[in-house]
């Protein structure tokens, strides 16, 4: 029997990580959009996806956070986060 390479993965190995812009005047009331910038409140949402167990993480803050839950959980082996290359963090990159 061969395997794919997502039933190889221990759980909490393999991430797939989304970032999303949520300050858009285009598709956000004047209201809510002021209330965001007034209250310095987060920009960004990001989404994390274990690839093997499906479990995803959605939060308003910094994708540390998540690794150090891991950790503190026992997740102790090599963690692999890949991104989606989002306009969020990688528009104008000379690397892409």
């Known amino acids: 029997m061969i395997l794919t390479f997502y039933e190889a993965l221990l759980p909490f190995q393999e991430f797939q990580l989304d970032t999303k812009h949520l300050l858009d005047k285009n598709s956000l009331t004047n209201d809510v959009y002021n209330h965001l910038v007034k209250f310095n409140l987060p920009q960004y949402e990001w989404n994390i996806i274990d690839v093997k167990t499906r479990t995803i993480f959605t939060a ?35 690397r892409l």
């Open 60 to 94: 308003y803050s910094f994708i540390i956070f998540v690794v150090l839950w891991w950790r503190a959980h026992n997740v102790r082996h090599k963690i692999s986060i890949r991104v989606d290359n989002g306009e969020e963090f990688c528009l104008g990159s000379e």
